[in-house]
């Protein structure tokens, strides 16, 4: 193990060291984090002031993953050039994460359209961000996640030979369909890239497994956690307010539900529904399930659930909404690749409704369990955690595996090293 750097020593960071360029654990001795040394707590002051990041996003998850990034750049470099396009593939909840973090779009390509397909949608934002990087020129592209936008942003990158850094890369489950198209998206992101931010270890490990040089992968923690800890503390806080919960029985334990992914449509969700039904005929337990709008998940949950005394359905709900319903829930029950990620932040089991996840970790430290859309393993495992005071409290005090909130700026000194090293050529 190599020394952590000597400007920042003790170094209260995510994995050992508070410096990207050390490793980052015994599991990865080889893995090193980025072009040049440089501290988290080092004011960068040597900045060229014409360098250029230009971040691309266009969907919910993205936008709560990536505007701490940008809110952190932007306060700790406010010279450097952040800009930002959007393709608005998720148009009105994207809007709501924007709103709530203060970040405002330089470019809004409004892509998203009524009843298009994968092929569709990525065809017209690949086309549409060509003249968007001939225009803005930027000197690195930033991508998130596995979206068709992410995917779109990475090509349309490549082709300008501008480079790519790509954050919460390393993700895997190593079937091209579970998740669709997501696993797939991500692999040929990580072939494009210069620069791979990785939540995890893990993540990290399975970039130099398909040979990725180590040099050009750092693990960072993951922003969502960043996120998810600035909303809680500012609900705790009461500098932000959440809706109106009056609805909420309070004698009962909240179970919250979000289901809406793609290889679960048919019968996954008509499963799905029935584990719900039977957990909500108990009498100490209150189901909330915020429903999707694509009628194959809408239409059998509605046509299962509606009529539940014990089950609410309710409209979509904005980041702030959600991060508050999380905190007063008991559980959690979902297919949500990001509220694996926070849950175990606010100290909530989760029960993942998926065969196969991308986010190991938190199954294999013990805070989410994997339940599939199989009635039995659905009512069995939430069953244990209301009954089992003991299993519940255990699993509440997982470390959580994605992070410590400060994984934005693992990012910046990243690319601040980046920017160093490449100055003078």
């Known amino acids: ?25 015994p599991e990865n001795r080889a893995l090193r984090g980025g072009p040049s040394s440089i501290c988290l707590r080092y004011s960068d002051t040597h900045m060229h002031k014409s360098r250029k990041i230009l971040f691309i996003f266009g969907t919910r998850p993205e936008a709560i993953k990536l505007c701490p990034v940008i809110r952190h750049f932007r306060e700790k470099w406010p010279h450097l050039g952040v800009r930002i396009c959007i393709t608005a593939q998720h148009r009105e ?3 709501q994460v924007m709103r709530v973090f203060d970040v405002v779009a330089d470019r809004d390509l409004n892509a998203m359209r009524p009843g298009q397909t994968l092929a569709s949608a990525t065809a017209r934002i690949l086309a549409e961000l060509e003249p968007v990087l001939a225009q803005e020129k930027p000197d690195l592209v930033l991508v998130q996640g596995d979206t068709a936008t992410t995917l779109s942003g990475a090509l349309a990158a490549f ?11 390393g993700l895997r489950t190593g079937d091209l369909q579970q998740p669709f198209p997501e696993e797939m998206n991500r692999v040929v992101v990580s072939r494009l890239a210069q620069m791979h ?6 993540a990290a490990a399975n970039l130099l497994a398909e040979g990725i040089d180590g040099t050009n992968v750092t693990v960072t923690g993951n922003t969502g956690i960043d996120a998810v800890l600035c909303m809680r503390d500012r609900l705790e806080s009461g500098g932000i307010q959440g809706p109106d919960w009056s609805f909420l029985d309070q004698s009962r334990k909240l179970v919250l539900v979000t289901a809406h992914r793609r290889e679960s449509f048919g ?19 209150q189901v909330v399930y915020p429903v999707h709008p694509n009628p194959n998940v809408s239409e059998p949950v509605y046509r299962h659930l509606s009529n539940h005394a014990n ?24 297919d949500s690749g990001g509220v694996q990620e926070e849950a175990p932040s606010l100290g909530k089991p989760v029960l993942v409704l998926r065969e ?26 939430t069953t244990c955690l209301l009954d089992d005071a003991a299993e519940y409290g255990r699993r509440q005090r997982i470390h959580n595996p994605y992070g ?9 000194a990243y690319i601040s090293a980046f920017f160093e090293s490449t100055l003078h050529q």
């Open 1 to 25: 193990m190599g020394p952590p750097c000597q400007r920042c020593h003790p170094a209260p960071a995510f994995g050992e060291y508070d410096c990207v360029n050390t490793e980052v654990g």
């Open 404 to 412: 410590d909130g400060r994984a934005s700026e693992r990012i910046a």
């Open 356 to 381: 196969k996840t991308e986010r190991p970790e938190a199954v294999e430290a013990g805070t989410s369990t994997l339940v599939g859309t199989d009635v039995a393993k659905i009512v069995d495992n």
């Open 93 to 95: 909840m994207l809007d």
């Open 197 to 202: 931010f990785a939540a995890t270890p893990a």
């Open 267 to 285: 019968e996954g969700f008509e499963r799905i529904c029935q584990g719900i039904q039977k957990i909500a005929s108990r009498s100490d337990v």
């Open 159 to 169: 082709y300008s030979r501008i480079p790519l850094g790509h954050i919460e890369a």
């Open 311 to 334: 089950i609410s359905l309710i409209e979509p709900l904005d980041y702030v909404s959600f991060v508050d319903l999380a905190r007063r829930s008991y559980l959690i029950l979902t």
